[in-house]
């Protein structure tokens, strides 16, 4: 058969046309298999860059040393509702010990106990009723003091005449009702003339005195 010259064209067009499509297609198949490739090693590469992966167990240990406050022993007795044992955040003051214990019963003296004096490890909290009489232990007196005091010969003492009434609220057994009086007392007839004069104030007896005299000084 023989072909015109525009027939031949023709064939050689087609031809062209067919290999250069194989071509098109070979060339996308490496380009999809190169980018699959690259995917994988940039993966790969990236991952070192990654922090490594926190130890559970030292995540744990640090979540379980932050915000986490230290406790302390009280005991409570007297004219609570639930006098015993409790613990307690070791910043807690006396109002914390009496709401952790029930509240005060009916009758407690509220006068003779300092809601707002912080309180410490291994303390003893008696509240008397109103118009009772309880002598501490010479045991209690002693941890009392120690407590207190801390032991420390710089503690400072509270000047029972010219303490304001949050100043002498910290004394053990001393609250607001008998903090006003002795401002009351020094206001009409002038200052103590011995830490004892303090006796001479309604409610302060020789027990209350007993608490307070390594605390105060005039």
């Known amino acids: 058969m023989t072909f015109t010259k525009e027939q031949k064209m023709i064939v050689i067009l087609l031809v062209l046309t067919i290999l250069g499509s194989i071509s098109i297609i070979s060339y ?5 298999r190169l980018s699959s490739r690259y995917v994988l090693i940039d993966e790969t590469s990236d991952s070192s860059f990654y922090p490594p992966t926190m130890n559970n167990t030292e995540f744990i240990e640090e979540s379980s040393n932050s915000g986490i ?4 022993a009280i005991h409570i007795e007297g004219a609570i509702q639930n ?25 407690a003296d509220r006068t003779r106990i300092n809601l707002a004096k912080k309180i410490y490890d291994e303390a003893f909290i008696y509240i008397p ?12 007196k002693a ?31 001393i609250g607001e009702v008998y903090a006003q009086r002795i401002i009351d007392y020094r206001t009409a007839n002038g200052a103590f003339q011995s ?8 409610g302060i007896g020789n027990v209350t005195f007993e608490n307070i005299k390594e605390q105060i000084t005039k």
Do not use: C
Not at 28 to 32: A, E, F, G, L, T
Not at 129 to 140: A, I, L, Q, S
Not at 145 to 171: C, F, H, R, W, Y
């Open 69 to 72: 406050s230290e406790k302390i």
């Open 195 to 202: 830490v004892e004069d303090i006796m001479k104030i309604s």
């Open 129 to 140: 009723m109103v118009g009772e009489e309880w002598e501490p232990t010479e045991e209690v």
């Open 83 to 107: 006098p015993g044992f409790y613990y307690l955040d070791e910043d807690s003051r006396y109002d914390d010990a009496v709401k952790k214990a029930g509240g005060l019963q009916q009758g």
């Open 28 to 32: 996308v198949k490496d380009q999809n």
């Open 143 to 173: 941890d009392n003091n120690s407590k207190n005091q801390g032991n420390d010969p710089t503690t400072v003492l509270v000047n029972i005449n010219t303490a304001n009434q949050q100043e002498l609220m910290t004394l053990s057994g």
